[in-house]
T-cell receptor
Framework: DSGVTQTPKHLITATGQRVTLRCSPR?????VYWYQQSLDQGLQFLIQ???????AKGNILERFSAQQFPDLHSELNLSSLELGDSALYFC???????????FGEGSRLTVL | AQKITQTQPGMFVQEKEAVTLDCTYD???????LFWYKQPSSGEMIFLIY??????QNATEGRYSLNFQKARKSANLVISASQLGDSAMYFC??????????????FGAGTRLAVHP
């Protein structure tokens, strides 16, 4: 158990819909990262927050947005979903800037 | 730009034998970290081992060791005495300094390891 909690574990929805993925980092970790893992793209970095502020942005679509709340949990919002958005979405957390990232078990999104 | 390359899409090894999974990297940061993660079929990402760019000795964690060759920019993972439970996808990853985007990890494409009895 990494200590990072992601909900929901599985989600099936239709094209055009909107979903929210939730992440609670390990106790004491200030940084939260979101990654997308699809079969053809591998593990792609989406976005990073540190203590509520956005710190780095990767290949995140404009239809996607994220935020980190004062209690340090984070949400990734995916809107106008397309078939190609089907993937495993990971949240990870770390202490400020050092060491390994601890990953949650992922949220598997299926868009039909 | 930072880049991680894993050239072996798949590998297989006999149980109890050792196996090396290749990883090369590219970065202009003098300070960086190299990581290996294991992803079994259940999907979770499990941290295995870490090597810092200034570490003088190769990292070891139980049956895992990292063969770090800085001049060649390679960070190969060696698994000794393979077990059936080692069958999984293995990812090499790098975390750079500020020029790399404030400590995000970038991942290679992964190597799928199959351990045969």
């Amino acid at each position: 158990d990494s200590g990072v909690t992601q909900t929901p574990k599985h989600l099936i929805t239709a094209t055009g819909q909107r979903v929210t993925l939730r992440c609670s980092p390990r106790s004491g970790d200030l940084s939260v990262y979101w990654y997308q893992q699809s079969l053809d793209q591998g593990l792609q970095f989406l976005i990073q927050y540190y203590n509520g502020e956005e710190r780095a942005k990767g290949n995140i679509l404009e239809r996607f947005s994220a935020q980190q709340f004062p209690d340090l949990h984070s949400e990734l919002n995916l809107s106008s979903l397309e078939l190609g958005d089907s993937a495993l979405y990971f949240c990870a957390s770390s202490q400020a800037g050092f060491g390994e990232l601890f990953f949650g078990e992922g949220s598997r999104l299926t868009v039909l | 730009a930072q880049k991680i390359t894993q050239t072996q899409p798949g590998m297989f090894v006999q149980e109890k034998e050792a196996v090396t999974l290749d990883c090369t990297y590219d970065t202009s940061d003098p300070s960086y970290g190299l990581f290996w993660y294991k992803q079994p079929s259940s999907g979770e990402m499990i941290f295995l081992i870490y090597q810092g760019s200034y570490d003088q000795q190769n990292a070891t964690e139980g049956r895992y060791s990292l063969n770090f060759q800085k001049a060649r920019k390679s960070a190969n993972l060696v698994i000794s005495a393979s077990q059936l439970g080692d069958s999984a996808m293995y990812f090499c990853a790098m975390r750079g300094g500020f020029s790399g985007g404030y400590n995000k990890l970038i991942f290679g494409a992964g190597t799928r390891l199959a351990v045969h009895p």
